[in-house]
């Protein structure tokens, strides 16, 4: 009787025990899912246009001036560092790309956890000072450290941040968002090298140079009061390298890294070329602003085609048009066909900086880790920018002119145009708009 009895209570208290662990996983699940709730977009209204602005500051104090180096190259060569070659002094410029692109690993996880503003704000000061800094150097090591370095660093803390902030508004119109964001940069590469041709010479470099400082502040005094970000925040690991398990992420990384290490030639060195074939002094440094002109173009317009053929279809597009035009330059030697080349060439590069970001924020599973998603991305980007001009200045200085460098360049292009295709089918093989 005893054990009839002690059998039925052990029956009747099985259940019991499996319901209590049962509502503790149920419970676990809830926690878990009430830390990334399911996103919803605005997809516009006055808070997400402001941050769309914030953004769009923050690339032309940032990405503007990086953009811009081909014509402190030029001045450099002329003046302070006329006694270095042309593949030493691109080290600052590539230098200052890379750490740009590189600093993003940290920033993008950190602005996923604890908001933009923790890393914007301290280096949005750090950038400012970087350029009146650099107003005051003669020397290699000076202009590679304040110019290379303090400025590089600065300017990639701050543009994941701003730019991940985006995405928190935006899925069907990202592309268009973040290319109306990102359209400040060229629009900075086109204002600083005029203020700088204009003032140099009335005012002398260490002034002109101070100039484009004060505008960058203005700038960013912008961005962080409009940079207001949704309270989405991640917990978990720092960076998620599960993320490279995705075939479409790795391929696409793979893919962008072959573009950009292509990419910079004629940013660094068209105002070289032009020279050797004939260009005006006074004109080579408005090849530049052609650059960046039709860059601004190209940003721009490159939203508007993603939201008729799809994002990823626009991003192919644009590195393929790249590439054919970079081997175009090598039939290019006069004067008007520079500016068109710089013009078209600008449109399409700028198209491909415009989309690669949406596209890489497109792959993260929630809004909280587009930042991580596009730090981790950009960092592997970064070693591209870093080696790719100094590997073009070396071609130019060891063959007779141009072509072995302009080769390098547009067949890495071209190499990564086709497995940015092969990255777009593995995403959405069924999809034609995509």
Not at 334 to 363: E, K, N, R
Request: aromatic share 14%; glycine share 10%.
């Amino acid at each position: 009787m005893t054990s009839s009895t002690d059998s039925r209570k052990s029956q009747t208290s099985l259940p019991i025990v499996h319901n209590v662990e049962s509502d503790k996983k149920e419970l676990k699940a809830a926690d878990l899912a009430s830390e990334t709730p399911a996103p919803s977009y605005a997809e516009g209204g006055t808070r997400a246009w402001l941050v769309v602005l914030g953004c769009w500051c923050v690339a032309f104090a940032s990405f503007g001036i990086v953009n811009t180096f081909g014509i402190y190259e030029t001045y450099y060569l002329r003046t302070y560092l006329r006694d270095y070659s042309p593949s030493t002094v691109a080290w600052i410029g590539s230098l200052q790309a890379w750490v740009q692109l590189s600093a993003t690993l940290i920033s993008g996880p950190i602005s996923d956890r604890y908001g933009p503003l923790v890393i914007v704000l301290p280096f949005s000061l750090s950038l400012v000072i970087g350029m009146m800094l650099t107003s005051l150097c003669t020397k290699f090591y000076q202009f590679f450290l304040c110019q290379g370095v303090l400025l590089g660093v600065s300017s990639g803390l701050i543009y994941a941040p701003a730019l991940s902030v985006v995405g928190h508004f935006f899925f069907e119109k990202r592309a268009m968002a973040m290319s109306i964001a990102s359209s400040g940069s060229p629009l900075g590469g086109i204002i600083y090298p005029i203020i700088l041709n204009n003032l140099i010479p009335k005012i002398g470099f260490g002034w002109a140079q101070r100039v484009c400082g004060f505008l960058s502040l203005f700038l960013l005094c912008i961005a962080a009061l409009t940079l207001r970000p949704l309270d989405i925040k991640r917990k978990g690991s720092f960076i998620l390298l599960e993320a490279f398990k995705k075939p479409a992420y790795s391929l696409q990384t793979v893919a962008l890294f072959l573009v950009l290490l292509g990419f910079f030639s004629p940013y660094f060195y068209l105002a070289d070329y032009g020279l050797a074939h004939g260009v005006s002094p006074h004109l080579t440094n408005y090849l530049f602003a052609f650059l960046n002109a039709g860059s601004l173009v190209g940003r721009v317009g490159g939203g508007f085609v993603a939201l008729n053929l799809g994002m990823f279809n626009a991003t192919v597009f644009a590195c393929f048009a790249a590439a054919l035009l970079m081997f175009c330059w090598l039939a290019i030697t006069s004067t008007g066909g520079l500016i068109v080349f710089a013009l078209l060439f600008g449109a399409t590069s700028g198209m491909i900086i415009a989309l690669i970001f949406p596209v890489i924020a497109h792959m993260a599973d929630h809004p909280s880790q587009m930042g991580t998603y596009l730090g981790q991305a950009t960092f592997v980007f970064g070693f591209a920018a870093l080696g790719g001009a100094p590997i073009v200045g070396a071609l130019f200085s060891a063959y007779p002119g141009y072509e072995q460098g302009i080769i390098f360049s547009a067949s890495v292009m071209m190499a990564g145009a086709v497995l940015i295709t092969g990255a777009r089918y593995l995403y959405a093989p069924d999809k034609l708009l995509v």
